[in-house]
């Protein structure tokens, strides 16, 4: 089981992100659970400074970028 | 960060070495001056250096990593570089101060702070 969470605050590039990341776990067939996190104070516990982040695992893959399916799926390995 | 910043450009963000020595308590005060200042964002040194991901990340999607040392160890330079990053270093003794010999008072770090903002390009 993936725990993936995209952290932003729900703008339009957050969306594509958590999309994205929908998209590569379900062409992966693995489990997973995808969680937004938009609380400011929270995003900035895991010391993201810029947003869209992606978290995997509770390990931050990627900050301030729109990553595509394929670019996920390496994190979700 | 205070607000979303998707889609921001232009994303400094500054480390001090924060050293036990008057160079890096001075190092200390001119990011924080700096961060003030809004002349970029503040970030913890000592999480990079403890490879939480989150800081690395954000290290290396900036557009622009700025380390201010105490003295010529340079340990933020060096914590930024393990991490595959190139900072705009800037080193507190070569600005003039002495280490061990350095007042730490409103005029210094105006002073450190004032020399950061002049050569902060490039």
Do not use: H, W
Request: contains cysteine; charged residues 25%.
């Amino acid at each position: 089981m993936k725990t993936i969470k995209i952290l932003g605050t729900g703008c339009m590039k957050c969306e594509k992100l958590e999309q994205s990341a929908r998209q590569a776990a379900e062409e992966m067939e693995i489990e997973f659970t995808i969680e937004k996190v938009k609380d400011l104070n929270k995003i900035m516990d895991y010391g993201v400074m810029m947003t869209p982040a992606l978290v995997v695992d509770e390990e931050v893959k990627s900050v301030g970028k729109i990553l595509d399916p394929d670019e996920i799926k390496k994190y979700l390995k | 960060m205070s607000s979303c910043n998707c889609g921001n450009s232009n994303i400094k963000i500054i480390y001090a070495c924060s050293g036990a020595s008057d160079v890096g308590s001075l190092s200390d005060l001119a990011a924080r001056k700096l961060r003030d200042e809004k002349i970029g964002a503040m970030s913890c040194l000592a999480a990079v250096g403890a490879g939480l991901s989150g800081f690395i990340e954000s290290a290396k999607a900036a557009d622009k990593c700025i380390t201010i040392d105490g003295c010529p160890v340079a340990c933020a330079k060096k914590n930024l570089e393990k991490i595959g990053v190139t900072p705009k270093s800037f080193i507190i003794t070569e600005m003039g101060y002495e280490k061990g010999k350095t007042s730490i008072n409103e005029t210094t770090v105006n002073e450190a702070v004032s020399i950061i903002k002049n050569n902060i390009c490039g």
